[in-house]
């Protein structure tokens, strides 16, 4: 306290006058109508500006939990175009779908060696499991190769082994997509028949003959194209629509009728 009493007896003089000026100042606002109004516009403004600063700190806060609430919107919304030859409404009956899809963050990424793979932030505790395809919001991604408890390991599209289904948007011309590890955004279409008519930008997409991916996730566009050796097929070079540099969020999907599928295939091999 008597530090309180000796700062004012020390500066008496200073306080004296900023206390005068705040008096006079209220007394000019009181009386005079243009002072006033320049007066209360300041404050308008200078509180709209404080509330705008705290809006965005706080709108910046609360980007993570609106995104994944996206994320999770995209999901369902994905989960109802995979599955539409089944649903009528936009209620989502999980007992009847083919196709469940969940969401992941990548936590690691690579992209310049031969045999490529991404670790992403979801495991067997979250019901990942080997075989699920692995897409993002422009197209595909990869495979799930192996899962450990948290986490599990996608063999990427841009991997040597890599060998995915594929077909000409809007035909059912349909090739294996494969990598030369020339260029970390083209891939390579390959035994598409020398008869089918080709365009530098029509569109790649997912074929009917995988029992990982759904039909017509899309892939990229062509690049350009020439004839193998044998003069029967084309090799095409399809640039990818994602970048495959920069990934993050990504979308795991389950064909819930896959391991039926590839049991039927098996005892059908096993008769001939």
Known sequence: MQRIINFILRNRSSLLFLFLLAFSLLLTVQNNALHRARFFNSSNWLSG???SASNSVTGYFGLRRENEKLLQ????????????RKQDSMELDTSRLDYRVMTATIIKNSYTDANNYITIDK???DSVNQDMGVIT?????????????NYASVQSILNTKSNINAKIAGTDYFGSLTWNRKNHQLVQLEDIPRLVPLREGDTIVTGAMSSIFPENIPIGTIEGFSLTESQSFYQIDVRLFND???LKQVYLIRNRDRDEILQLESDVANDL
């Open 49 to 51: 500006t404080v509330y």
């Open 73 to 84: 919107e995209n999901r369902r919304l994905r989960s109802l175009l995979f599955n539409s």
């Open 123 to 125: 495991g067997r505790a």
């Open 137 to 149: 919001s422009r197209g595909i991604l990869g495979i799930v190769e192996m899962t450990s408890k």
């Open 244 to 246: 495959m540099t920069n």
